[in-house]
């Protein structure tokens, strides 16, 4: 392939001189690929209390599962709408436009009918979500719909009961948006132009007109219709969904002969407060938005301690620490409730109220089985403020309890011994530099991104030209002292712009400095390769980072991020006038070959295939995804296994899970290489040995991309695509939604592995153009910083 350019530092404008605009294709999702998933309903006055019946019965028996809920109505009222936003988080509201439609009759007799069947054509036009669940209304949900969610191809239905595999029963539909061709779509208008009464005014004549029996049968539990129970008879335990078919509704009174199918509806014509208090009760596993949604209006109305704290622990998990801190300070907490108290501690400590933070954790270790988890928060807050003595008591204080304690044995192994930096060079000589410092066995990209950065700057890397700043130490008078006595500010590289990795609420991203003393960092700052690393479905807290972020802009001297992703993300919440301040600086580790003194490529390669898969929040990164993607990535290892030898790389101690999984579940075994262990020599040595890395973590593409070896990235994540869109290669990358992820895979790799000298000389070639980039910010930088 012939080598590019790549865009040189600068804004994106339009060929009229305006910023361009950001384009849905360079959203989160249609990055990586995460497929957006809801339930749909057609919802009219009449029809309501059977609605909000089937809201509460879904919640009840999928209390872990919430999607968005598309809501299609003509004329709901204000008073219904608060009704059903009251009872889920993610409504989403959409009227249904018949008037293009000649037969749309509002005087009709059978109007909800006639209605119901322009929300089947309307539901089919749906364009904004991957997989569409659709529900009559006249339905409550009994079981779980788990393998609803995992399904990717094809229109599934259950078969009509009198009419055999044939036709379909309308009442729950799973429509995949992939299906719906210029040719289906043109087919909606022909039936919609056609007339619901030449398809007996049903949703289910228009429905078996568009698919003529071409349709993935599904088993009827999903739509077990109530005509099933004449006579009487009890629903049987495996149904998942119960449809209350025919004229006469539970609401309206019901049906004789069906007593015990209505006892089952009646069991969610429930009010607010029973329904908050029914799912509270349910077990674990709960869905964070829903403990959230119910849990909130319970303590408001119960001052119950204990919900209290699992709200406060579903903020958490979202990031959202004030909110947990607000629920918090709705109750009294007795002082012998230690788990609360502890909570409440975490959540106050990620605001940085560290004083009030310290008085509940202590509180919290009185009690055995929190002890641990409340001594590790304690040594956290002590070392965030840099005393490791007092640090290493309280983690002493955690192991005691609890040996086994990760986050204790972490805070002890840190500052055990722990001694200030002896001073080898003067400070007017030295650069400080605002990092991520990892700890032994921590993330293998982090721990060698810091020395990364500095060979930016020159080949010593030492403290004799370096002063450490750990990004996640309170910057505070004596740090800022420290600091204006050196000639200058190095602040990255890496994702630091992540609301969740040590959390503050003084920036509310990774470096815990506070205006006042940002504001007066009196040498020159320079922001190098940071990254905007939020996760698809993960926020922060807006204004204190977009305040942060803007008095971060306008104090440095030099502000570059390591991809033009993070630029369109940064420059959105900045003043237009800051805008030309954010330019493109590639991670330091994508041009390895360029930095390490004496570099030489290797004479010859290990015939293998590393694969990196991460775990870190999990729930973002694949969402219902989980089980395909393990099935496919057991196909890709035996097609991969043609080409190499196919091992695991372990960035950290959880990557190792997909070994695990391989193993349990396709009896597929892989050596894992424990990379957490590794020197940073030891890291760029065996990436440059190998043929080709397949890599979910940022660094397990850009490290070896950076040593020479070809790379294709595991898409869970925007920044991986970033990156591949920045080198110009985006068909380097797969996302991990893929419905072919395997296939897809072993073809790339053997395209790749077919030239391998020319496919590295590709990447050669694409890292030239990242180093002339460097080049021209460094020749920048001398002028700022000096030397």
């Not at 490791?388 to 309280?394: E, G, I, K, P, W």
């Not at 030489?600 to 870190?616: E, F, K, M, S, W």
């Not at 989980?626 to 496919?632: E, I, P």
């Not at 920044?719 to 992820?741: C, Q, T």
């Amino acid at each position: 392939m012939t080598a590019t350019p790549i865009s040189a530092p600068g804004p994106v404008v339009t060929a009229a001189g305006a910023p361009a605009p950001a384009a849905d294709a360079g959203s989160a999702r249609a990055l990586t690929g995460k497929r957006r998933i809801a339930f749909a309903s057609f919802v009219d006055e009449n029809y309501l209390p059977g609605f909000l019946a089937l809201l509460r019965s879904l919640a009840l028996s999928n209390p872990d599962v919430c999607e968005d809920f598309i809501v299609l109505h003509d004329d709901l009222r204000p008073s219904s709408i608060a009704r059903i936003r009251a009872l889920h988080p993610r409504i989403v509201l959409r009227r249904v436009d018949a008037d293009h439609y000649d037969s749309y009759v509002k005087g009709d007799q059978d109007n909800y009918l006639v209605r119901k069947a322009y929300f089947i054509l309307d539901v089919f036009r749906i364009r904004d979500y991957d997989t569409v669940i659709t529900l009559d209304t006249d339905m409550v949900v009994l079981g779980s719909l788990a393998e609803l969610l995992t399904l990717r191809g094809g229109f599934a239905a259950v078969p009509q009961f009198f009419y055999g595999e044939s036709k379909l029963n309308s009442g729950l539909l799973v429509i995949q948006k992939e299906q719906l061709s210029d040719e289906f779509c043109a087919r909606i208008d022909e039936i919609g132009r056609a007339g619901t009464y030449e398809l007996d005014k049903h949703d289910q004549g228009i429905l078996n007109a568009l698919l003529d029996g071409d349709f993935v049968r599904l088993d009827p539990k999903y739509n077990f219709v109530k005509r099933r129970l004449s006579g009487d008879l009890p629903v049987p335990e495996d149904t998942a969904v119960l449809h209350f078919t025919g004229r006469h509704k539970p609401w309206q009174g019901g049906e004789s002969g069906y007593e015990l199918a209505q006892e089952r509806w009646r069991e969610f014509d429930i009010d607010d407060a029973e329904l908050h208090a029914a799912y509270l009760g349910l077990p674990e596993p709960l869905h964070r938005d829903l403990v959230v949604h119910y849990g909130t209006p319970h303590v408001e109305r119960t001052g119950d301690v204990d919900t209290a704290r699992r709200v406060a622990l579903a903020h958490i998990g979202a990031g959202d620490y004030q909110a947990a801190v607000d629920i918090m300070e709705r109750v009294h907490i007795p002082v012998d409730e230690a788990w609360p108290h502890e909570v409440y501690g975490h959540a106050l400590m990620s605001v940085s109220r560290y004083d009030e933070a310290r008085a509940q954790l202590l509180l919290a270790t009185a009690a055995p089985n929190r002890a641990a988890t409340a001594f590790a928060r304690l040594a956290q807050i002590a070392w965030v403020h840099g005393d490791d003595a007092t640090a290493q008591r309280y983690a002493m204080a955690g192991v005691g309890v609890d040996p086994t304690h990760r986050a204790a044995r972490l805070w002890q192994s840190r500052t055990l011994g722990a001694v200030p930096a002896q001073q080898q060079g003067s400070p007017e000589d030295q650069l400080a530099h605002v990092a991520f410092y990892m700890d032994r066995q921590g993330n293998a990209g982090d721990k060698l991104l810091p020395e990364s950065v500095r060979l930016a700057f020159g080949p010593d890397t030492t403290s004799r030209r370096w002063h450490s700043v750990h990004a996640h130490r309170l910057f505070d008078e004596a740090a800022l002292e420290r600091v204006n006595a050196r000639r200058g500010l190095v602040i990255g590289g890496g994702g630091l712009f992540i609301p969740d990795t040590m959390p503050n609420g003084n920036s509310a991203w990774q470096w815990n400095v506070p205006d006042a003393l940002l504001s007066r960092i009196d040498v020159p700052i320079a922001v190098f390769a940071v990254g905007f690393n939020a996760f698809d479905g993960q926020s922060y807290r807006a204004e204190r980072f977009r305040t942060s972020l803007r008095l971060l802009v306008e104090r440095s001297a030099f502000f570059g991020l390591r991809n033009h992703g993070s630029i369109e993300k940064v420059r959105a919440m900045l003043p237009s006038h800051l805008h030309d301040k954010v330019r493109f600086q590639p991670c330091p580790t994508t041009v390895t070959r360029r930095l390490v003194a004496d570099w030489q490529d290797p004479a010859g390669r290990d015939d293998t295939i590393l694969i990196n898969a991460a775990y870190d929040r999990a729930g973002l990164r694949f969402g219902h995804d989980y089980a395909y993607f393990l099935r496919q990535m057991a196909e890709a290892v035996e097609g991969l296994r043609e080409l190499a030898e196919v091992k695991c790389v372990a960035h950290s101690l959880d990557d190792e899970k997909i070994a695990f999984d391989l193993r349990r579940e396709y009896g597929i075994s892989m050596p894992v290489i424990p990379m957490y262990d590794f020197e940073n020599d030891a890291i760029r040595d065996l990436y440059a040995r190998t043929k080709l890395v397949i890599g979910m973590r940022g660094h397990a593409g850009m490290i070896p991309f950076g040593c020479g070896t070809p790379v294709i990235s595991l898409i869970s994540h925007p920044k991986m695509a970033y990156f591949l869109n920045d080198i110009e290669r985006p068909e380097w990358g797969v996302s991990v939604h893929d419905r072919h992820l395997g296939a897809r895979l072993v073809e790339r790799a053997r395209d790749l592995l077919a030239d391998h000298d020319a496919t590295v000389a590709d990447v050669h070639g694409r890292q030239q153009e990242l180093w002339k980039v460097t080049e021209a910010n460094a020749a920048d930088l001398r002028a700022i910083l000096g030397g």
